[in-house]
C-alpha cells in the first residue's frame, strides 16, 4: 500500500478507497496538498472527516485539484457559486439510485467531483463507488484484446436532477445535442494505468465500430462488470464529511434507501481541461 510523509492515509479496501486524518482542510500545507493530490491519484476516494469548513473555506480546498466551476445545480443564498447543494427535501424521493459517471457526455467530462455532507437523514442514504481502473484491470486477456481500439458514444438524457437545473427548453435544446466519441478503455496519464469508460446505458449508447445491436450488448456486459463488489466502496456519511473523487475513473451510486427524510450535500466540481485519452 502507498505510504505518504505528511498525511495518514488508511486505506479501505485493496482497490480503491484511502480515509485521511490529521489534516484540516481550512489549511493544509503545501505539502500536505501534494500527498493529498497524490492519495486522489492513487486511491481514487478518498475521504476526510470532521471538517468544520464554511461554504468559502471549502471551495477554496478545492483548488488544490484544479479551477473549480460555477455549478449548474441549486446554490444555497449567500454561497458562491461554485459550491452547489444537492438537496432531497422531505417526503421527496430521490432517484439518481444507478451506477453512473457525471458529464460523460461532454467533450470534456468533468475529471474530479466533490461532496460535502451537511444535512444527513438518521440512518441510510450511503455513497458507492467502483473503480474503473480496477475493472479493467480484471477483465480477462481475451476481452482486453477485444475492446481495445473501440470507441462508445455518450449522449445527453434527461433525468430528475436535468429537471432541477434547467427550464424544460434548456433540457430540449440539450436532448437534441450530437454525441460525443470516447474511448471505451481509457488512458490515465497521472499514473499509466488504463480504465474502462463506461456509463450508464441511458447515457453510454453504441459503439462506434460495431453494429447497434452487438456494441450494446458489449457495453451491458461491461456495465455489469464494473458494478462487482471487488471494484467497490461504501462510504457512510457522518456530518461534516468530505469525499473527494475521480469522476472519469470511477462510477457512483447514491443509495435511494431514506425516504422520507431529508439529505443534504454540498458539491463542487472542479473543470475539466482534457479530453480522455485512448489506451
Not at 464529511?241 to 475521480?246: F, H, N, Q
Request: hydrophobic share 40%.
Amino acid at each position: 500500500m502507498e505510504t505518504y510523509r505528511h498525511i495518514d492515509a488508511k486505506p479501505l479496501t485493496v482497490n480503491v478507497g484511502a480515509e485521511i486524518s490529521d489534516v484540516d482542510l481550512r489549511q493544509p500545507s503545501p505539502e500536505a496538498q501534494a500527498d493529498i493530490r497524490q492519495a486522489l491519484i492513487d486511491r481514487k476516494i478518498i475521504i476526510f472527516r470532521d471538517q468544520n469548513l464554511s461554504h468559502h473555506q471549502y471551495a477554496e480546498f478545492m483548488r488544490i485539484f484544479g479551477t473549480p466551476v460555477k455549478e449548474d445545480i441549486a446554490v444555497d443564498d449567500g454561497h458562491p457559486a461554485e459550491v452547489g447543494a444537492i438537496h432531497i427535501r422531505p417526503d421527496e424521493q430521490q432517484r439518481i439510485n444507478f451506477w453512473h459517471m457525471d458529464h460523460s457526455f461532454r467533450d470534456l467530462p468533468t475529471p474530479i467531483l466533490s461532496l460535502y455532507a451537511k444535512l444527513l437523514p438518521p440512518v441510510g442514504g450511503d455513497t458507492l463507488f467502483t473503480s474503473l481502473e480496477a475493472a479493467y484491470d480484471l477483465l480477462s486477456e481475451r476481452m482486453k484484446e477485444r475492446i481495445e481500439g473501440l470507441n462508445c458514444f455518450h449522449r445527453v438524457t434527461t433525468t430528475q436532477n436535468t429537471k432541477r437545473r434547467h427550464t424544460a427548453e434548456e433540457a430540449a435544446a440539450m436532448a437534441k445535442a450530437p454525441p460525443v466519441l470516447h474511448p471505451l478503455v481509457g488512458l490515465n496519464p497521472a499514473n499509466g494505468r488504463k480504465f474502462l469508460f463506461v456509463n450508464v446505458p441511458i447515457y453510454c449508447r453504441s459503439i462506434d465500430e460495431m453494429p447497434t445491436e452487438e456494441g450494446d450488448a458489449l457495453l451491458r456486459k461491461l456495465y455489469l462488470h464494473v458494478q462487482q463488489p471487488e471494484f467497490h466502496l461504501r462510504v457512510v456519511w457522518r456530518e461534516n464529511t468530505v469525499v473527494v473523487w475521480e469522476n472519469v475513473h470511477c462510477l457512483h451510486y447514491p443509495v435511494a434507501d431514506y425516504f422520507p427524510h431529508e439529505r443534504k450535500l454540498w458539491r463542487v466540481v472542479i473543470e475539466a481541461t482534457d479530453r480522455p485519452r485512448a489506451a
